[in-house]
């Protein structure tokens, strides 16, 4: 899922635009010095163009996030006769081989959240909608307080997993696809919020 710029200027082509472009520049390691008019101008899209779809350039790993989810479940079988907790871990390790793509742009990103606090806690929100997609489409409910439960023990089970992947260079991520799998039988094995014992429905 390479990003390359476009020269026409509809909506989802700015989008575009301007995730390719957030990506370039997190690539050459200058995402914790610029903000979203900078991303706009290297993109050639208007500050009024771009304050019409994001808000923070945060908001543009938002819109990169919604694009890696929907490959990833284009990507996976969803059939109703798999279990939810082999969809999921096909879901998740989907995402992971999509933003292998992006490797070296996402680990500088990730690096700088810890210099900005700011930037971490504007991105949680996302997170947590990126982490409720991904259960909903393995056929896990996320309604209800249950189902917040289950979305919070995602995020925390997913940003465990982030830690492994941000050190595996395998071509199989095998110590990523371990963790994965070892963080989801825990989470069955202690009746936990995201993959209890009842069905998924």
């Not at 982490?131 to 023990?153: C, E, F, K, W």
């Amino acid at each position: 899922m390479t990003y390359k710029k476009s020269s026409k200027t509809d909506g989802a082509t700015i989008r575009t635009q301007m995730i390719a472009t957030a990506l370039d520049l997190a690539a050459d390691g200058q995402w914790e010095m610029i903000d979203l008019s900078d991303i706009a101008e290297q993109a050639g899209v208007s500050s009024v163009d771009a304050l019409e779809l994001f808000d923070e350039k945060t908001d543009i790993l938002a819109a990169y996030d919604r694009i890696v989810n929907r490959h990833a479940i284009e990507e996976v079988d969803l059939s109703d006769d798999l279990p939810c907790r082999d969809k999921l871990f096909d879901l998740v390790m989907a995402r992971f081989d999509i933003l292998n793509e992006n490797r070296g742009a996402l680990l500088n990103i990730l690096g700088s959240f810890k210099g900005d606090p700011k930037e971490a806690l504007l991105s949680f929100p996302h997170l947590g909608k990126s982490m409720a997609r991904l259960l909903d489409a393995s056929g896990l409910q996320t309604n209800g307080i249950s189902g917040a439960l289950r979305v919070t023990g995602m995020v925390g089970l997913y940003l465990y997993v982030v830690k492994t992947w941000k050190e595996d260079e395998s071509a199989d991520m095998g110590k990523t696809m371990v963790t994965l799998d070892k963080g989801l039988d825990k989470c069955q094995m202690f009746n936990a919020s995201i993959l209890d014992r009842l069905p998924c429905s």
